[in-house]
């Protein structure tokens, strides 16, 4: 199984974004994960199009394009996700209760080249999930209530994670397709190896990796404890 460190460029220096994720994917990061919040869906307001667009090219690792992680926190939804691909993203995911139509906007997500993801709250039930597991890419699990970086991860995420690795496991088993499962909010060296355990495979940290002055340091210490794991 393959492991994915996810940096939210959330609690980087947004005055100097580009060198950031540059910095952040030498240090040893998989995917650079890019929060979208439109004080709306969500009570704050982050970034757009045009700053994605502006970090396309310091994504890379290894001389090759890193993944752009597209985290939608607005609604409504359709409207931006054409702007997105345009501007170099390579997964958008969104919230189910942003849209009005989930199977239209991950087939819409498809359709613009990208892979496409369903984000779901703590408080968000699974069965979202039942009819669009083909339609699916990735599963992106919120341990916090979306808004804000730095808040402490809900334990509850766990056993959610667990539920939903079974699913992939099943889908997978009926011959689906690969379906990453992803985890955001409160992550941190010290509950990674938990949170792997209960099956995710993809980790997204802000405030842990930005937070820290040695960004190597917090990731190599996060891939042994999910090697531990
Ligand atoms: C919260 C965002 C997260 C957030 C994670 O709404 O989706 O990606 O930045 O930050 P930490 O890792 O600090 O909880
Ligand atoms: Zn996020």
């Not at 952040?24 to 919040?37: E, K, R, T």
Request: with cysteine; proline share 6%; hydrophobic share 50%.
């Amino acid at each position: 199984m393959a492991f994915r460190i996810a940096p939210s460029i959330l609690s980087a220096d947004f005055a100097r974004l580009g060198e950031e994720v540059r910095t952040v994917l030498a240090a040893g990061a998989d995917v650079v994960h890019f929060d979208v919040m439109d004080n709306h869906y969500v009570p704050n307001l982050t970034v757009g199009p045009m700053v994605c667009e502006a970090v396309r090219p310091h994504a890379v690792k290894d001389g090759r394009p890193a993944p752009i992680d597209v985290h939608l926190m607005v609604s409504p939804v359709d409207r931006i996700v054409p702007d997105f691909a345009r501007a170099g993203a390579n997964i958008i995911s969104f919230h189910p209760e942003a849209s009005m139509h989930v199977h239209r906007t991950l087939g819409l997500i498809r359709e613009h080249g990208c892979k496409a993801g369903l984000v779901l709250n703590p408080g968000t039930p699974l069965h979202y999930l039942d009819h669009v597991m083909h339609e699916l890419d990735l599963i992106l699990v919120m341990s916090v209530n979306p808004g804000f970086g730095g808040q402490k991860f809900i334990s509850g995420a766990l056993d959610k994670l667990s539920a939903i690795r079974a699913r992939i496991d099943a889908h997978r088993a009926a011959g689906g397709g690969d379906i990453w499962l992803e985890v955001d909010g409160g992550v941190k060296v010290d509950n990674i190896g938990a949170i792997a355990r209960a099956g995710a495979d993809t980790f997204v940290a802000g405030s842990a990796i930005f937070g820290a002055p040695d960004y190597a340091a917090v990731i190599a210490a996060m891939r042994s404890e999910i090697s531990r794991a």
